[in-house]
């Protein structure tokens, strides 16, 4: 898979997406059904070529390529603290998956069986359903949501006690560490966000 900062900014943005869309639910339970669709979809396309095939271009990550602009424009922490706090711990989480091949391989079997089903629904229904999303919550919670330490997921307490919210969450943090999984496999790193602002700043205006 190719290296260039085009494929980083668009991992990077598929990451910003995920965790920005698990903040927007954590405070009010909101968020565009089409946008987190886009995000969990990620999660199915195994073996791609680039980051663009997983995300159809930049179509699938068009929110978080928005947010990465605002982040890289001007950065403080009060707007965007909780989601440099969110990307780094996925990035340490998705470090911690890397090292575990058990764990890998449970992931991609179950998530090859996630995927069969969903498509034998989608004869009768469209998109991510309902089930899916349960279904890739179970499996975080069963396997990266036992990694030490756990993502903290800070919040309204109402919306962070309805059950619907929960399995969103944890589906969207599943797609979150695919995300990182891109990211570090175009050679991105943790550090990149703050001293590489300049080069994926240009790269985010050539996307545009």
């Given amino acids: ?32 059904r089409d946008s ?36 890289l424009k ?31 391989k449970t992931l991609g079997e179950r998530i090859a069986s996630i995927e069969e089903q969903r498509l034998f629904r989608q004869q009768y229904q469209s998109g991510i359903d309902d089930t899916t999303i349960v279904e890739l919550a179970e499996l975080y919670q069963a396997t990266l949501g036992k990694i030490e ?17 929960i399995n969103r969450i944890r589906a969207l943090l599943l797609a979150a560490v695919r995300a990182a999984v891109l990211w570090r496999q175009v050679g991105g790193r943790r550090w990149q966000f703050l001293t590489s602002r300049g080069r994926l700043q240009e790269a985010l205006n050539n996307i545009l």
């Avoid at 991992?11 to 927007?24: D, P, R």
């Avoid at 330490?149 to 619907?164: T, W």
């Fill in 1 to 32: 898979m190719s290296s260039s900062w085009q494929e980083r900014t668009l991992a990077l943005a598929g990451l910003i997406q995920t965790v920005q869309q698990v903040s927007s639910i954590a405070r009010t339970g909101l968020l565009a």
């Fill in 149 to 165: 330490p756990r993502i903290k997921v800070s919040g309204s307490r109402q919306q962070l006690q309805i059950p619907a919210n």
């Fill in 74 to 104: 001007g950065f403080n922490l009060q707007d965007h603290g909780d989601l440099l706090r969110y990307m780094f711990a996925v990035i340490s989480l998705e470090r911690a998956l890397s090292a575990d091949p058990v764990m890998l």
């Fill in 36 to 71: 987190m669709e886009q995000s969990l979809a990620s999660i199915f396309v195994q073996n791609p070529s680039t980051v663009s095939d997983v995300y159809a271009g930049a179509r699938g990550v068009r929110t978080g390529l928005g947010a990465l602009g605002d982040m």
